[in-house]
C-alpha cells in the first residue's frame, strides 16, 4: 500500500457531479485540483449499507473542507452509471458537493495498493494528499467498519499548521515546541 511521503498515482477518471443525465458526468485527473489539498476517500461498493452513511458524513463537511483549500474525491470501483443511479435515488446523496469517481478499471485502487482481492472492490481507505501530490495521511478500515470525517479533518487541520500537534489535538489548540 502507498503510504505516507510517497507521491499519489496519476489517474484520469469520470466523475458524477449531477443528478442532471446531461451534466452529470465529468472527467478528473490528478490535475484537475493542482495546487489544493484533496482528501480522496474510497468505499467498496455503491447500494450498500455501511457506504451511504460515510458518504453523507463528508458531504455535510464539504464547506469545512473547502474553508481549508481541501477537495473532497469519493471513489469507489463502480461505474459512473452506477454512482449516477445511486446518487439521483438515495436521498441523503442526491445533494453531494462533492464528485464520485468510478475507478471501474481499478487502477488507482490498484496502483494504491488498496484492491482487497478476495472481493474486488477497493477498501475503505482514505488520504490526505497535499498541494505538491505527497501522500501526508492514509486511513484504511474494515470493509465493515465505517470511517470518522470529522477525524479527517482534524488530520487536515493538524497537518496544515506544519508544526507539531499531540495526541486529540484541534484546530486552535496549542501545538509543541521542540526545545
Not at 455535510?60 to 470501483?77: C, I, N, P, W, Y
Not at 493538524?158 to 489535538?169: S, V, Y
Amino acid at each position: 500500500m502507498l503510504g505516507i511521503g510517497k507521491k499519489f498515482p496519476q489517474y484520469s477518471l469520470t466523475g458524477v457531479v449531477s443528478n442532471d443525465q446531461a451534466k452529470a458526468f465529468q472527467q478528473f485527473d490528478a490535475n484537475t485540483h493542482k495546487g489544493k489539498w484533496r482528501v480522496v476517500f474510497f468505499w467498496p461498493k455503491d447500494f450498500t449499507f455501511v457506504c451511504p452513511t460515510e458518504i453523507a458524513a463528508f458531504g455535510k463537511l464539504d464547506k469545512e473542507f473547502k474553508a481549508r483549500d481541501a477537495q473532497l474525491l469519493g471513489v469507489s470501483t463502480d461505474s459512473e452509471y452506477v454512482h449516477h443511479a445511486w446518487r439521483s435515488t438515495k436521498e441523503e446523496l442526491k445533494n453531494l458537493p462533492f464528485p464520485m469517481l468510478s475507478d471501474i478499471k481499478r487502477e488507482l485502487s490498484t496502483e494504491l495498493g488498496i484492491l482487497d482481492e478476495s472481493a474486488g472492490v477497493a477498501q475503505r481507505a482514505t488520504y490526505v494528499v497535499d498541494p505538491e501530490g505527497v501522500i501526508r495521511f492514509v486511513y484504511v478500515t474494515d470493509l465493515s467498519v465505517g470511517r470518522s470525517p470529522e477525524e479527517v479533518l482534524r488530520v487536515v487541520d493538524a497537518l496544515q499548521t506544519d508544526e507539531l500537534c499531540p495526541c486529540n489535538w484541534k484546530k486552535g489548540d496549542d501545538t509543541l515546541k521542540a526545545a
